[in-house]
């Protein structure tokens, strides 16, 4: 298969090539036309490839279809970069979100060596969100000036200026543009999706300008933001856009949430991957379940993010569905673990049990603090060389959620990301061997 | 090399170095899982769990010997589950050394309701409202069920703001609740169970528990009934009376203690082991330790600091993080907690190391001045209790 590079110089690709000065040096070239995306294969709708060139030093790469590490204030909840070492598959690309990071923006300004070196990850290739995922903004403040976000200290608007001042502060290697994607809870008017469009796009416009003339952010990339909530027209219409301007990725917003029917947002999606280029990554926030995410891969996604292993976390929960499309007959056994258990979610109701499962929870997951856990001294997954599965067992984990010990965050997390991190590892493997099916079986099996 | 100086089937003592002036002593500890060199500071790891740091990370950090309290690990998830899980080294998966309490303490400070007669400590569980007895024997059967290397006598605890009969009482009665511990050990040649001195802040009461205790075949001496919010005068003075007391060849622990000064001060007056809460403890209000106090990491004045906590600490805190980045996660990230447990935990550990190093080179004396100055700035600001206390051991500050 061959491999393809960016076709489609834009306003700010002729800017940077005059500013690189004659010389297409790699390692003079901004991040945005030296970044390559490589497909080996497409099937079944899903992409197969790898980011090369990424980062400030254009050294890092991206498998695809991948996952972001999520981070709170610039951190992956619970873990320090020793706990964070100690987990394998670690994703090349670290999440930030500006809603996390905005009150430091006059800390950032003083700084001024930018958000990596600030969090303690200078080498890390960063990508700036508007919105944390695992938290939805309320429905009704945007207008055509500005776009809300939720901080510490409380809601915030953000203009395109003000917006790109923080970027500048940043100075993320990517980051996603300042967009009205409030389109997903409830019934959305076919104007307030025109609207949605109509404001990103114009919001688009002003931070590519406000780009132009920041020094700081002449290496950084942006991704273009597809909106339009549930219309079809408005869709296409953003994603044809969108695709005209120069960003180096695709966001496609608005699709979290249960406001959008299942079909409807498939279709969409798959509407809206149809109308852009290629050679450049799709993003997608705030879908993480394994079934939604092979759904959306199947529809030409490429990038997720991974606070849905977080949002297990919080709730006591580890990640135990299987990926291993590949059993062997005496692992098929041991594997049926994480499904026999998930299955038995909900069904367990002790006379003395008070600890209750978050409703929110899902069958690929188990309740650490059943009773049934207590005396269970084998690893959280059989098989997962994880730090928590090689060194500590159900029932301690059990132990120190009931106890309410931090440990229980820090060992759950460094489970839940290594189990979520090698999900993706497996979606690769079966795309490069023609086992989709078999790992969609697997996956679609376990979901309730 | 000095020859061992005490040798048990659980616990071999040897004094490696003795500062010339003061009673400060470096020593090396040979216990059932490793070797530990002292003075030590023991970090405390209440429920099976060094809070928000891992085994891994702890170990890494140079500990070989932590606290578990037999009061909380007895009450959640207790001993049974432990005993199945091959005992607390197996159930935390701590391979390095593991000091219990008595649960005695607990019993005092947590529980409003306790009663304590000959018998034990009768108290009620705060999980169910169960009555519960806690008697020497059962306080050593749940320790002999934790498995752990050092285990503490169940002492009769009595505050050291108490005064009259009742501080008599407690220590004839911790005595024979000694008796009662030592007869109750299974595991002697496993586990090595400590005496706890008590008697109040009576020189007389604590010479005649000291007395009566010396002569029980035991490895090891706490001092006990201090650290509770007495005045430092009669602090140190019942501490540099225990270890003019207690035998040469034995490991004396101080419970309780934890703040540098009062570390370096009951090292000069003899002392080899401490614990205390405080490191961690203050590390998840937000506080980093350094030689010259402590840092409230969440004040805004560090909101745009970007050195880190101490640019001549090594931890992996310092070595990655600014006290800015901590103070920007230490309002939502439970990591901010965790970084600062590090720090705090590196700090302790390298004062320890310091110390003792300075002992072993013959430079103690110098060592202490040089720790009081950064500590405290200039003289007058020294704590006359600590200028006392050091000049009772030979020690003069400028």
Known sequence: ?448 | MAAPSSRGPALSLRVVAECGLSKARACELRLPHGPVLSPVFMPVGTQGTMKGITARQLEGLGCRICLGNTYHLGMRPGPELIKQANGLHGFMNWQQNLLTDSGGFQMVSLVELSEVTEEGVRFQSPYNGEEILLTPEKSIEIQNTLGSDIMMQLDDVVSSTVTGPRVEEAMYRSIRWLDRCIAANSKPNEQNLFAIIQGGLDPALRTKCLEEMTQRDVPGFAIGGLSGGEAKDHFWRMVTLSTDHLPRGKPRYLMGVGYATDLVVCVALGCDMFDCVFPTRTARFGSALVPWGSLPVKNKQFAKDFRPIDENCDCPTCRRYSRAFLHALVRSETVAMHLLTVHNIAYQLNLMRSIRESIVEQRFPQFVRDFMRTMYGSRERYPPWAVEALASVNITLE
């Open chain 1, 1 to 448: 298969m061959t491999c393809r590079t960016l076709s489609r110089p834009g306003k700010r690709d002729a800017h940077a090539r005059a500013a690189a000065g004659a010389s297409q040096d790699v390692d003079t070239a901004c991040q945005l036309t030296r970044m390559k995306l490589s497909l080996s294969k497409v099937v079944s709708g899903c992409r197969l490839g790898t980011l090369t060139n990424l980062g400030k030093n254009g050294v890092q790469t991206m498998e695809l279809p991948g996952c972001l590490l999520y981070t709170k204030t610039g951190s992956p909840p619970h873990l320090t970069h020793d706990t964070l070492q100690a987990i394998k598959g670690v994703p090349a690309i670290v999440q930030l979100t500006l809603s996390t990071l905005v009150e430091l923006h006059e800390v950032l300004e003083e700084y001024k060596e930018g958000i990596g070196k600030f969090i303690g990850m200078p080498e890390s290739v960063l990508y700036c969100s508007l919105h944390d995922p695992g938290s939805p903004c309320p429905p009704g403040y945007n207008n055509n000036k500005t776009v809300s976000i939720w901080g510490y200290g409380g809601r915030m608007e953000m203009t395109a200026s003000k917006f790109m001042s923080m970027q500048r502060a940043l100075q993320p290697d990517w980051f996603q543009c300042l967009s009205d994607g409030d389109t997903i809870s409830g019934e959305t008017s076919r104007k307030r999706a025109k609207k949605s469009v109509d404001r990103s796009l114009f919001f688009l416009d002003e931070c590519l300008q406000l780009q132009e003339k920041s020094p700081e952010l002449q290496d950084s990339v942006m991704v273009g933001v597809i909106e339009g909530g549930d219309m079809l027209e408005e869709r296409l219409r953003s994603a044809r856009e969108t695709a005209k301007r120069p960003v180096g990725g695709f966001l496609l917003d608005g699709f979290q949430g249960q406001a959008m029917a299942k079909e409807t947002k498939l279709k969409l999606m798959a509407s809206v991957t149809a109308e852009l280029p290629e050679d450049k990554p799709r993003l997608i926030h705030g879908i993480g379940k394994p079934d939604e995410v092979l759904e959306c891969i199947e529809r030409g996604v490429d990038v997720f993010e991974s606070s849905f292993p977080y949002q297990v976390t919080e709730r006591g929960c580890a990640l135990s569905f299987s990926y291993d499309y590949n059993p062997d007959p005496e692992a098929a056994v041991i594997k049926q673990n994480g499904i026999q258990d998930a299955g038995k979610n909900g069904t367990e109701k002790g006379i003395n049990e008070t600890s209750k499962a978050d409703p929110e929870i899902t069958s690929f997951e188990i309740f650490l603090k059943e009773k049934r856990y207590r005396d269970d001294f084998g690893p959280l997954v059989h098989g997962c060389t994880c730090y928590c599965c090689q060194n500590h067992s159900r029932a301690y984990v059990h132990h120190l959620l009931v106890t309410n010990e931090l440990l229980a965050g820090v060992l759950l997390m460094m489970h839940n990301f290594q189990h979520y991190f090698s999900f993706f590892h497996s979606i690769r493997d079966a795309l490069r061997d023609d086992r989709l099916d078999q790992l969609k079986k697997l996956i679609f099996r376990q979901a309730l």
